[in-house]
């Protein structure tokens, strides 16, 4: 009869479009990080050209492309858009790809994007985000700091802290900085408790501007008393407490 | 007609067609190969509205920034060089209290230039760009100001083009959400006359065309979502800077000019990324790149920060990846300046890149004297700054006592209960709102003296009965910080009061002669409640660590496993003070708002501030213990009378001058009452 030979051509577009798109995947190669970048923000805007791109690298499993697209349903604001991202986010670090792995580390960390507060869920993503992403050592270290996973381990939190702080994570740097002030786990240090400081300072992080400030306001820790210094690194506080991200 | 009139004509056509073609035929005599010129490329940025070297909160002029300043270098670079072209690279119209009343206290009109576009249009800037604190007022303000009507659907957009700056705005990866076009022109083509010297040495004039592209940091998104959400999108930032290079080279641009309102960041690139400047950098076709955003200096030779060691930076010549660049600080305490040596060759104007210098100039000359400011900007803004200042002082409240922190680390509470009930006010109303897994948890507040007298008699807070004021304001809450919010379990608030109270010394009772209470530990982590519903002692008999007793909760010896909301601020929350469990891993609010302005929204819902209901809430008393000897503190001189208005009938005055010539005396505490 005449409908059923119409949809008898369904079939053609069924298995042309993936094969297509699998097809468009080998022949144009896998996206470089920027490309990926590149392609899920154009992606996120609609062009669909950049969406088919994405879509056929990440159906060929490119981890990147994974998390390029996870990214984008994570923002989606629907439910099921989340539920899909936290899928293809796993899909991702799973198959390697350690920026997802922090991104996973971090939700189960702070509790986001649908997924609970949970860091013993949070640890082993971090884990394997920790070698490309020092701020999974940050996060790692106050898990095992304040034994939020399992029974605190200051050894371990230590350790991971001065990786983080050792590859520049502000954040890292601060609160190494503390324990030297402090003694904590470490040999009282202030000068090593100083140099930690200015490095977050050079970043702009804003508690150790204003641990500066106020050293500079009372003349302490070895800085000379100077209130003018005090009160530029005051200011750039300020402006540093509005732009800083509270977390790496 | 024959062909050899047809050839003619269409050969006359042609020429005359193809004459037309050239943009340059009918405005300039032809350049010739080997002239050489002499070009200086200007920045200032980061001015946020520092218009004058002032500061509003203390009412004192500061001579360490301010445009009035910067203003002088710029004049004296015009004066040096004979082809400059001068740039802002944005975060212009926001960061001062004058920016702030223009903005919302007294709104400017449509016909009005706002004061800081007003000063700058007496430089004659060449362009400039939008940074990330160009959006904080929204989007129908800055479209007033920068004279421009935006294409964007938001209330209060203006209807016509208002007053503005007089010169163009670019930013090419900001977007509008309703026509998908930049917001802003993305980039502006300057044609100049440039002084030049012909290869026999002569004076001659040569045009140039500059291409000026802006861009801003992508996180305005989140910086200032209430404003941008679902109105503008960013680009691929890189992608669109390949893409108006093209353009502008394709438009006849002989250099092009980067100004970008971010830094340098080696990390991975991410379309979101902050600091755009190391990808920037590599696009190709830059011929300069101005920086901004993290308020530093580059070039500087001796910078220790990661992102000015990355490879292809070279930080001594200012180079990133061959391309000359600076960072000229902000508030206008530097000039950047780039000078590139041109030639014209065959192909039109190269750069002799072996010339190229970049280097920043400070308005601090090298004795810590500053450079004079310029008295013209002065009298240009002089009512808009003496507004200001009129409205740093407007009061926004009364308060019925003096509130002082002199006798603070004594039990005075009077200048921070008010501040601790803004605080749990603005946290309680937010945990309701956005959180409701924590809406059966008590919420409290702890804040610190930050002024306790360890810079002399007058470096106490201390707002008068009477009038408060803006200026007040900042008096009784002084630093930058904004409200966070912790999740604490009872154990974690004794730890926290633990550390504390080692503000004070350990007190021997059996010694005959005078004892020091305060230590060295500073006043401004001295945190402590003030509400009746929590109270304890510090026993400053004990060693440290071991002073907090009878920590009670509604009347009830503290649960520490119970669980408790601590509204506190960023630096304590995350580290600041080194208080155990404050590391960053409790936090369960990080708001933007800064303390002092929820203090200031608080006050002006408030109005009466009174001693009975925001000034008498002791949370906690030293454990009574009688000594041998006195025990003594150190304060201002001759305000007792405030310590008995307190409520502290247990200070005397041990010695009127305490001899270190700072205006302090010396007052004795009788702990066993």
Redesign the interface.
Known sequence: MTIRRQYRWLWLPAVLLPALLVAAGFLLGNPT??ET??L???AA?GQWPAEIRLRSAAWLGNPAALRAEAMNLLASNSPSGIAEGQAKLRQAAGKGDR?AALMLGKLYFHGANGLPRNHALARPWLQQAASEWPAADYYLA??E??G?ADAANPERALAALTRAANA?VP?AQ??LA?AY??G?GVVRDEAKALQLI??AA???Y??AL??LA?AY??G?HGLPRDE?QA??L??????A???SP??P | MNFQRYLATAILATGVLLAGCDDNSDEQPSIEVGTKASVVMLETTDL?TNILGY?YFKLAA?P?FGFDRVVTLIKAARAEFANTFLFDNGDTIQ?TALADYQAQVAPIGCETTLAMYKAMNTMNYDAGTIG?HEFNYGLPFLSQVSGLQLNVDADGMPTKKCAGPNFPLVLANVNSSKDNQPLFSPYSLITRNLTATDPDGKTVTAAIKVGVVGFAPP?IMN?DKRWLDGKV????T??VAQKYVQEMRAKGADLVVFLQHGGLDGA????DM?NLGY?LSMVGGVDVMFMGH???VFPNAT?????FNLPGVDKSKGLINGVPSVMANY?GKSLGVIKLNLVYGENGWYVDKSKTTVETRSTRNTDGTYVAADPAIASLVDSEHKATIEYVKTPIGDTDFRMTTYFADVGEVGAIQLVNQAQAAYVKDYVAANLPQYASLPVLSVSAPFKSG??GGSDYTDVQQGNVAINNAADLYL????V?AVKVTGAGIKNWLEKAANRFNQIDVTKTTAQELVGSF?G?NFDMFTHTDISYEIDVTQPANSRIVNLMYKGVAIDPAAEFIVATN??RA???G?FP?L?????IY?S?D?NRDVLIAYIKVLENIKRTSNGADRSWRFKKVATTGPVIFHSAQNVLSLASAAGLSNVSLYQADDGSGKNLSIYQIDLAN
Do not use: C, M
């Open positions: 990080v920027t970048e590149s899920r923000v154009r805007l920026r106050l898990i700091k304040n939020l520049g954040h601060f609160l503390q002030l402090e904590q200015h490095l050079e970043q702009e804003p508690h204003q641990f106020q306001a009372r302490d003018r009160n530029l005051f200011a750039l506080t300020a402006d407490n509005r732009d509270a977390f | 946020h500061d500061d360490s960061g990330n996180p910086w999108y960013i680009s691929d890189l992608e991975a690139y991410s379309a902050e990808y993290s308020h530093r910078s220790t920060l990661a992102a508030w360890f810079g630093y930058p910080n904004t966070y500073p401004y960023n630096y995350s580290g600041g080194g469990g590391d960053g891993s409790n936090i990080a933007p800064a």
